[in-house]
């Protein structure tokens, strides 16, 4: 079926340090990967997308890096600040269906 | 400004009432979406839109409807027949339908909060 499933559900990390969040899919036709960091209370904001043609994309401190073969695309977040607490949503677009489905959340904390 | 504005920014229910999310657009968008999230899980699809005049059920439509009878407006009623409407909506846009390459990327709204008293 349609599904992505993404992990971790919860992360804490230390200011400065890195963040790996990571989403796994089952359609391997699937070509299109978006992120969403969204705020308390808001809307979620597009950070970084990725196709199928790339394996890794890149925007300053946030990277995103996609294993076909495996099945699988990572959120990448280095020297992590205050303003990326937040919570951030994996999607897919799977060939099959005009739509996105998206992934359940990681809610990122940063510790001072 | 160009971007998608969503209102009220929280709205309460009484048993048994019909109530109407408002969404506006004004990037000119041709697809539009409801979503809904509830704590701690992701979002799912109500009903989308391609065009004017024109609208898909998404995974959960039981209880909703839609129209679409302007390119910048999709506004989302909760029916009665929704037992649980308690959840965070958001609605989004897209120049084009997924699978329509780089014109599928969705900008979203800043939500409204249904709440039933």
């Known amino acids: 079926g349609e599904n992505v499933e993404q992990h971790p559900s919860t992360l804490s990390v230390q200011e400065g340090d890195s963040a790996v969040i990571k989403c796994t899919y089952s359609?391997?036709?699937?070509?299109?990967f978006p992120w969403y960091k969204q705020e308390l209370g808001k809307g979620p904001q597009l950070i970084i997308d990725?196709?199928?043609?790339?394996g890794e994309k890149k925007d300053q401190r946030i990277a995103v890096t996609l294993n076909k073969t495996a099945k699988h695309f990572s959120l990448h977040i280095t020297e992590t600040q205050p303003e990326d607490s937040a919570v951030y949503f994996c999607?897919?677009?799977?060939?099959?269906?005009?739509?996105?489905?998206f992934g359940s959340g990681t809610r990122l904390s940063i510790r001072p | 400004d160009g971007g998608i504005t969503q209102s009220p920014k929280y709205l309460f229910r009484k048993e048994g009432q019909n109530v109407t999310l408002s969404c506006e657009q004004n990037?000119?968008?041709?697809?539009m979406y409801w979503y809904r999230q509830d704590p701690g899980q992701g979002l799912r699809l109500i009903y989308y839109?391609?065009?004017?005049?024109?609208?898909q059920k998404g995974d959960i439509a039981e209880g909703y409807s839609v129209s679409r009878e302007k390119k910048e407006s999709f506004p989302l009623t909760v029916t009665s027949a929704q037992k649980n409407p308690t959840a965070f909506y958001l609605c989004?846009?897209?120049?084009?339908?997924?699978?329509?390459?780089?014109?599928?990327?969705?900008?979203f709204g800043p939500g409204t909060r249904l709440l039933v008293l």
């Open positions: 990725i196709r199928s043609n790339v």
């Open positions: 989004a846009s897209s120049i084009g339908l997924p699978g329509q390459g780089v014109t599928e990327t969705q900008y």
């Open positions: 839109s391609q065009i004017v005049n024109d609208f």
């Open positions: 359609d391997s036709a699937s070509n299109y």
């Open positions: 990037l000119n968008h041709d697809a």
């Open positions: 999607a897919v677009r799977y060939s099959s269906a005009s739509k996105i489905i």
